[in-house]
């Protein structure tokens, strides 16, 4: 059983940045892919980012492609999300996700753990 833990949320302005992290354990890290998944007001749970295994690979969403930068620390058991140049329609709950397995994918349903989140609000 994995647990993960999200930290790093907060409010910043339009324009801004934050480091999002999440810390795993219970498991064997590097057996998982991760990812980043939000929910903004209303709506649903959207992909962000993965990663794979080695961290040598990823993927991100078209909205976020070019400003968030997603990254992994398997000696520190732990992903990250840095989010640049943010828009009020980042405003969300981030959720990190684990998956078992070596493809990276962008679907929630495909991921096997997931954390409490961490909101993220961004002020226009």
């Known amino acids: 059983q994995v647990q993960l833990i999200e930290s790093g949320g907060g409010l910043v302005q339009t324009g801004g940045s934050l480091r999002l992290s999440c810390a795993a354990s219970g498991g064997t890290f590097t057996s998982h892919v991760m990812g980043w998944f939000r929910q903004g007001p209303g709506k649903e749970r959207e992909f962000v980012a993965a990663?794979?295994?080695?961290?040598?690979?990823?993927n991100y969403s078209d909205s976020v492609q070019g400003r968030f930068t997603i990254s992994r620390d398997n000696a520190k058991n732990t992903v990250y999300l840095q989010l640049t140049s943010l828009k009020p329609e980042d405003t969300a709950v981030y959720y990190c996700?684990?998956?078992?397995?070596?493809?990276?994918?962008?679907?929630?349903?495909?991921?096997?753990?997931w954390g409490q989140g961490t909101q993220v609000t961004i002020s226009s």
């Open positions: 990663i794979s295994r080695s961290g040598g690979t990823t």
């Open positions: 996700a684990a998956a078992q397995g070596i493809l990276i994918r962008s679907t929630r349903f495909q991921y096997d753990y």
